[in-house]
């Protein structure tokens, strides 16, 4: 791996070997497969209680030594202890859960219409989630080799035409 992009991990462990470029800020949604009964209606995260839960990030213990906390932040576990979980790092796998298991997937906002486009849509939450910062990870020992420094620049290079050109979805407080 060269570089990884995502939200930045709160609970990384001091001393892991990577570093974060921050880009931009996005809130999380929690999105299910077109046609779900929770779609059209104000929903409270205890909807979601037996639910299934679809992580495009590592769940479980044998990730627990790279975080000071264990678990991932982006899935609330102490609201959700019992929830059957399953991950993947492939999108479309993801998704292609979400709709086979009747469950939810987390996603930022940002990705609302790209989603849409694959079967999933956005929840109405009353309560959700806090805002995330997303950047890049390098790995430290690799940081200054020339094609991670090009990767990492492009990378930063189309985050920021993103970031001028993205709509206004997150109003000031």
């Given at each position: 791996m060269l570089a990884s992009v995502g939200h930045r991990v709160p609970d990384l462990a001091p001393g892991i070997g990577a570093e974060f470029k921050g880009f931009f800020r996005?809130?999380?949604m929690c999105y299910v497969a077109k046609g779900h009964p929770l779609l059209g209606r104000k929903c409270t995260m205890e909807d979601l209680i037996d639910m299934y839960v679809v992580n495009s990030v590592p769940l479980g213990k044998e990730f627990s030594k790279i975080l000071t906390v264990s678990g991932v932040k982006n899935i609330p576990e102490e609201k959700f202890p019992e929830?059957?979980?399953y991950w993947s790092n492939s999108l479309v796998t993801c998704i292609d859960m979400v709709k086979r298991t009747?469950?939810?997937?987390?996603f930022p906002l940002d990705m609302a219409d790209s989603l849409d486009e694959l079967g999933l849509q956005p929840l109405d939450l009353d309560d959700g989630f806090d805002m995330e910062e997303?950047?890049?990870?390098?790995?430290t020992e690799r940081r200054n080799e020339?094609?991670?420094?090009?990767?990492?620049?492009r990378i930063s290079a189309s985050a920021e035409r993103y970031k001028a050109t993205r709509k206004d979805q997150y109003?000031?407080?």
């Open positions: 996005v809130k999380d929830n059957p979980k009747g469950g939810f997937t987390v997303v950047g890049v990870y390098v790995l020339p094609e991670v420094k090009d990767l990492v620049r109003p000031s407080k």
